[in-house]
T-cell receptor, first 114, second 114 residues
Framework: DAGVIQSPRHEVTEMGQEVTLRCKPI?????LFWYRQTMMRGLELLIY????????DSGMPEDRFSAKMPNASFSTLKIQPSEPRDSAVYFC????????????FGPGTRLTVT | DQQVKQNSPSLSVQEGRISILNCDYT??????FLWYKKYPAEGPTFLIS?????DKNEDGRFTVFLNKSAKHLSLHIVPSQPGDSAVYFC?????????????FGTGTRLKVLA
């Protein structure tokens, strides 16, 4: 089975540009999570969805960040406008709903904003 | 405010010896804990978990210990192998009905020396 798929794997953009990160969860998983990894804060939860509905977006740093999940097999995380401090590795993870199941992570997108 | 803390950013251990990775948490609502391992350029992968009704869980070379009164958990790897060299994250989940999010620590980089 394919794991969580993220694209692109690397993104380099200039400050002020819009950035869109994409995620395809594992088929059959109903919960999807977006994380950001930095040296200082480790893995920060940005937002998570259950059955395509955003449940908790308290980790989204600013209004510049938005996330959508239009269907069970696709989610996007958008940053507009991007800033250098957004540079980090962004991970998407998915899991089954209804219990304490481990999350399966994608390979991440390394974002560099210059 | 870091609710899950891994105070040792790095740890070096000789091959064959025991590796002990520590994690502290502040929120008494946390009742389920996990450890993840992360290799460079890959997403974290699930290693082992423990519920607050237990104080120990073992899986092969990996054992997680939970001390609820001290709000402390540790991961023991014995014997350590060079392939165990990775970043280890602990994560905690609150006992809140209907939400299954995990709060991650900042990670500890383990290096096992051959």
């Amino acid at each position: 089975d394919a794991g969580v798929i993220q694209s692109p794997r690397h993104e380099v953009t200039e400050m002020g540009q819009e950035v869109t990160l994409r995620c395809k969860p594992i088929s059959g998983h109903n919960s999807l999570f977006w994380y950001r990894q930095t040296m200082m804060r480790g893995l920060e939860l940005l937002i998570y969805f259950n059955n395509n509905v955003p449940i908790d977006d308290s980790g989204m740093p600013e209004d510049r960040f938005s996330a959508k999940m239009p269907n069970a097999s696709f989610s996007t995380l958008k940053i507009q406008p991007s800033e250098p401090r957004d540079s980090a590795v962004y991970f998407c993870a998915s899991t089954r709903t209804g219990g304490r199941y481990e999350q399966y992570f994608g390979p991440g997108t390394r974002l560099t904003v210059t | 405010d870091q609710q899950v803390k891994q105070n040792s950013p790095s740890l070096s251990v000789q091959e064959g010896r025991i590796s002990i990775l520590n994690c502290d948490y502040t929120n008494s609502m946390f009742d389920y804990f996990l450890w993840y391992k992360k290799y460079p350029a890959e997403g974290p992968t699930f290693l082992i978990s423990i519920s607050s009704i237990k104080d120990k869980n073992e899986d092969g070379r990996f054992t997680v210990f939970l001390n609820k009164s001290a709000k402390h958990l540790s991961l023991h790897i014995v014997p350590s192998q060079p392939g165990d060299s990775a970043v280890y994250f602990c994560a905690a989940s609150p006992n809140t009905s209907g939400t299954y999010k995990y709060i991650f620590g900042t990670g500890t980089r383990l290096k096992v020396l051959a």
